[in-house]
Nanobody, 125 residues
């Protein structure tokens, strides 16, 4: 079992950048596919970015392609989400999640087994 703790959220102006970190403990992040989800008030939780267990595949939601980058540092047991050119519509609670799947990337939140507590990102216009 892995425990996940997000950090790095905050308030930023539109056009700015933030980097979210997801620190894992208990097991190595290299044994999971990892995803970043977000949920805004009144909206469903959506997958923003994900990286496969091997690190060979990544996924980005259409709304963040070209602006967000997911990466993983196995030595630090941490997954990152670099967010550039932030927009007010990126405002949400961002969650890190781990999926025990061996291959590929699952797009649905129900497939993810472990979740962090979330980190708030607020983008002002």
């Amino acid at each position: 079992q892995v425990q996940l703790v997000e950090s790095g959220g905050g308030l930023v102006q539109a056009g700015g950048s933030l980097r979210l970190s997801c620190a894992a403990s208990g097991r190595s992040v290299s044994t999971y596919a990892m995803g970043w989800f977000r949920q805004a008030p009144g909206k469903e939780r959506e997958l923003v970015a994900a990286i496969s267990r091997s690190g060979g595949s990544t996924y980005y939601g259409d709304s963040v392609k070209g602006r967000f980058t997911i990466s993983r540092d196995n030595a630090k047991n941490t997954v990152y989400l670099q967010m550039n050119s932030l927009k007010p519509e990126d405002t949400a609670l961002y969650y890190c999640a781990a999926d025990r799947t061996y291959y590929g990337i699952d797009l649905r939140a129900s497939y993810y087994d472990y979740w962090g507590q979330g980190s708030q990102v607020t983008v002002s216009s």
